[in-house]
């Protein structure tokens, strides 16, 4: 979808902000998995480091889209885990909470016990932009400001890293929207997986079919030496 060229946001659709905003979701899911893990003492300036690094994310890869649609008039599939972590910047951003309390509430979302939060949030190897997997409390990440062809870049290479498959498996539990029809961005959502699959599908034939033309090709080129050997070994069992 992403290209060189400038991307024309009136061809920006529900699919597209469907699949950055999952695409977000796998980012926070694999941002929870790393720091959890991460025995760094959790210091004030650690948590407060961490507040900026996450609203960084939020503002590269969901409020642009989230406004985006907006103004088309269209509501965007929100996962559950998405759902709540807007809702914490949200008080975060009203002061209804400290950003101490944000860092303990993230964290709080989930059970370190949970077996889901990797697949069902199809968490992958690698991600651009990846400070969670550093010291980002001290080595001090110029984090940058992306277009939205970077994060169709990105989003693109987080799907090609699923196995194939992957996308017809249930996906993010995704309650019912604050506006709009629940029903519709469910089916929308599904409609957005189910092209995914099918441009690889598609993506896979066409591989496939380029190496069987050039085994084919290969193999042709092989016909005049084979015939000239065959040619020569009768040639030479003649007495």
Known sequence: MSNSSKYDLTEFTILDATNILEYATSRFAAIWIACDRSHVPRSLAYKASFVRHLQWEVDSF?????????????????????????????????????????????????????????????VVLKYAHDWWKDRFDTLGFALPSLDVNEVLDMMADHFEQLPMGAMLLPGPAVAGQVEGDPLLNQILAVKARVQH????????????TMMA??????????????????????TSRQP
């Open 62 to 122: 969901v409020f642009p889209y989230i406004n985006i649609c907006m103004v088309f008039n269209t509501h965007p599939t929100m996962t559950d885990l998405l759902r709540s972590i807007l809702g914490r910047f949200s008080r975060l951003q009203t002061r209804n909470i400290t950003g101490e309390q944000f860092y303990a509430k993230f964290f709080a979302h989930r059970s370190p016990h949970d077996p889901e939060l990797r697949s069902t949030h199809r």
């Open 197 to 208: 699959l099918s441009n690889s599908l598609e993506k896979m034939l066409q591989e496939k």
């Open 213 to 234: 033309t050039a085994a084919a090709s290969s193999m042709s080129k092989l016909e005049g030496p084979m015939d000239e050997l065959e040619e020569a070994l009768l």
